[in-house]
């Protein structure tokens, strides 16, 4: 199967929001412990800008429907909020969970990749769990490499899970 994606609008923000609170459950993608609303992101989801630190949302690229189905998103995030860091963004890839391994993580961070250049990104990043084997490994296939190892700094229903913070540059 083959994909595209397009720049979010605010109507797709409840698929965004429950695509994002469908990984809560597994413990291994987010630190929230608990569903977020559609409101409560809706700052976020102004934050992302096209010029700047697009919202992506991934759809099949032969779904020719008159809404397709989103299967997925990627944003670029700000790295410290500091102007010194403008050409550093984190990048998060969430998938549909029907969706999930048939290649669209491979497609977003190939794109997210590519397109950084353009809105002066030279530095891509990558946060996620020590025991997310799968996001580990679709990131270092990617040439990412371990830049620091944060050891039981979240604490999950009483474990204390391991952040890796992963980089790239790609300008």
Not at 37 to 52: C, D, K, Q
Not at 70 to 90: D, K, M, V
Not at 103 to 116: P, S, T, V
Request: charged share 20%.
């Amino acid at each position: 199967m083959s994909y595209r994606h397009r720049i979010a609008t605010l109507n797709d923000l409840p698929t965004i929001v429950a695509i994002y609170n469908s990984t809560i459950a597994s413990r291994e993608v987010t630190a929230d412990t608990e569903p977020v609303s559609v409101e409560s992101r809706l700052a976020w989801f102004h934050e992302h800008t096209p010029e700047r630190r697009p919202l992506w949302v991934i759809e099949g690229a032969d779904d020719n429907s008159a809404a397709p189905a989103i299967l997925g998103w990627i944003s670029y995030s700000n790295f410290y909020g500091r102007p010194a860091y403008s050409g550093t963004a984190e990048v998060s890839i969430y998938i549909a969970e029907e969706a999930r391994g048939k290649g669209i993580g491979r497609y977003a961070l190939q794109e997210a990749i590519d397109f950084a250049p353009s809105i002066n990104v030279h530095t891509l990043l990558g946060f996620i769990f020590g025991h997310n084997q799968p996001s580990l490994g679709l990131f270092s296939r990617f040439g990412f490499e371990t830049w620091a190892n944060l050891p039981k700094v979240a604490n999950l229903d009483g474990i204390e899970r391991d952040l890796i913070i992963l980089g790239k540059r790609v300008a």
